[in-house]
C-alpha cells in the first residue's frame, strides 16, 4: 500500500495531552504572584487549590506535577500496608499504574466491569469482610474511563460503589483525569460527581490544555497526608505557580468547550461507521475507538499507513485503534483524518 502526500499539517489524535497552552495561559503565567512551595507557599498553587477544592466540592485540594502522582498520593494516603485496592480491571491504575503496591505494601484486585463501571456483585463480595481476608482500604473509580472509549460512570452506579465501600469502612478514590469531561457528558456540576467520592484527582493537562500538572482534592486529613508524601516523592516545587497559572485558567475557562470536543468525537465515529471493514463505538466524550479487525489490516499497520497521510492514532491493542479529539482537533482535524481512513481503507481493499 502507498500513501499519497499530505498537503496538510498532521492531526495529531493520539491524546488530548498534545494540547497546547493558551494565550490567556501564557499571559496568566508572565503575571502569576510567586512563592516558594516547598518553604512558605506559593501563592498561585494555593488560589488554584482553593478554587480546585471549591469546584470539586471538597475541603482541600494539592497541586501535584501529574495525574498519576494525584491517583498514587490518594492511595498511599489512604490505603496502609497489608491492605487492598479495588479498581475496575481495565482502569487506568489497575492497568498502568500500581505505584502503592510497588512503594508500600497494598495488594491491588481487579474487578471486572463493563464500559468502566465494576460489576456491583463482584465488588461486594470483594469487600465483604472474611475471617481470613486482607481488608480493603481503597476503592478506585475512573470517569471519563480511557480503556473504556470514554464512557462516563452513571451517578447511580458511583452512589452504589460508595455506599458499598463506605459500608465496610473503606476510602473511595475516583481517577478524574477526564473528569471534566464526565460533568459535560452529563451535564451536571462537577461536585455531583465527586459527592460519591471522598478523595478525587483531576488532570489539567488533557483536554483542559494546560501544559503540565493536576490537583487531589478531599477532606483535610488525607490531603494533609498527601502533601507529606508529595514532598517524598520528590514532587514539592519552589516557584511552581508558573505551572498552577496555566492550571488555574484551565479550570476556570476551558470546561464548556469540551462539548466541541464531544461533538467532534461523534463526528468522526460517525464517519468511521460508514467505511467498511471499520467499526467505531459511540463516543460519550472525547475517545473514539476504532475496530480494524474485519479490515484486513491490523492496528500497526493501520497507524503506520494513517501517518503516511499526516494522521496521527495509537493502537490500542492489536485490532484497535484510539483516537482522541481536542482543542487542535476539531471538525476540520476530524474530516481530513476521515479523507485519510477512507483512503487507507480503498487501499486495503485492493491488497
Ligand atoms: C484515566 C487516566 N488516569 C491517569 C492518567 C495519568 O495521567 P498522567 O500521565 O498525566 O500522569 C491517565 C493518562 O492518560 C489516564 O488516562
Known amino acids: ?103 508500600t505494601g497494598t495488594f491491588y484486585e481487579g474487578i471486572a466491569g463493563v464500559d468502566g463501571a465494576m460489576d456491583l456483585g463482584l465488588l461486594e463480595e470483594a469487600l465483604a469482610p472474611g475471617r481470613n481476608k486482607l481488608r480493603t482500604g481503597v476503592v478506585c473509580l475512573e470517569s471519563s474511563h480511557n480503556n473504556a472509549g470514554g464512557a462516563v460512570l452513571p451517578l447511580a452506579h458511583m452512589q452504589a460503589a460508595f455506599e458499598a465501600s463506605k459500608g465496610v469502612g473503606a476510602s473511595v478514590h475516583l481517577d478524574g483525569a477526564r473528569l471534566m469531561n464526565a460533568a459535560v457528558a452529563l451535564g451536571v456540576p462537577v461536585s455531583r460527581i465527586t459527592a ?77 461507521n460508514r467505511i467498511q471493514g471499520l467499526s467505531a463505538n459511540a463516543p460519550q466524550t472525547n475517545i473514539v475507538q476504532v475496530n480494524v479487525a474485519s479490515s484486513g489490516l491490523d492496528a500497526d499497520r493501520w497507524e503506520a499507513a494513517l501517518r503516511g497521510l499526516g494522521i496521527l492514532v495509537r493502537p490500542w491493542g492489536k485490532q484497535l485503534l484510539r483516537c482522541v479529539t481536542h482543542r487542535h482537533a476539531g471538525e476540520r482535524e476530524v474530516d481530513l483524518a476521515l479523507d485519510a481512513f477512507r483512503s487507507v481503507a480503498g487501499h486495503a481493499d485492493a491488497d
Not at 512558605?40 to 494539592?62: F, H, M, N, S, V
Not at 516545587?237 to 479550570?251: D, M, S, W
Request: hydrophobic content about 45%; charged content about 20%; aromatic content about 2%.
Open 1 to 103: 500500500m502507498t500513501a499519497a502526500p499530505t498537503d496538510h499539517a498532521p492531526v495529531d489524535l493520539r491524546s488530548d495531552t498534545v494540547t497546547r497552552p493558551t494565550p490567556q495561559m501564557y499571559e496568566r503565567i508572565a503575571s502569576a504572584p510567586l512563592g516558594d512551595d516547598g518553604l512558605d507557599g506559593d501563592p498561585t498553587a494555593q488560589a488554584l487549590e482553593a478554587t480546585a477544592a471549591q469546584l470539586l466540592g471538597k475541603e482541600k485540594a494539592l497541586y501535584v506535577p501529574s495525574a498519576t502522582m494525584a491517583n498514587l498520593l490518594a492511595i498511599l494516603a489512604q490505603a496502609q500496608r497489608q491492605e487492598i485496592v479495588l479498581a475496575e480491571a481495565a482502569s487506568h491504575i489497575y492497568v498502568t499504574e500500581r505505584g502503592a503496591a510497588t512503594l
Open 196 to 272: 460519591f467520592t471522598d478523595t478525587v484527582s483531576l488532570c489539567l493537562s488533557k483536554g483542559l490544555s494546560a501544559p503540565m500538572g493536576a490537583v487531589l482534592a478531599g477532606p483535610a486529613a488525607a490531603i494533609q497526608r498527601a502533601r507529606g508524601l508529595r514532598k517524598l516523592l520528590g514532587g514539592s516545587q519552589r516557584q511552581v505557580g508558573i505551572a498552577a497559572a496555566a492550571g488555574l485558567v484551565a479550570v476556570t475557562t476551558m470546561v464548556d468547550r469540551l462539548a466541541d470536543d464531544h461533538a467532534a468525537a461523534r463526528r468522526l465515529a460517525h464517519g468511521i
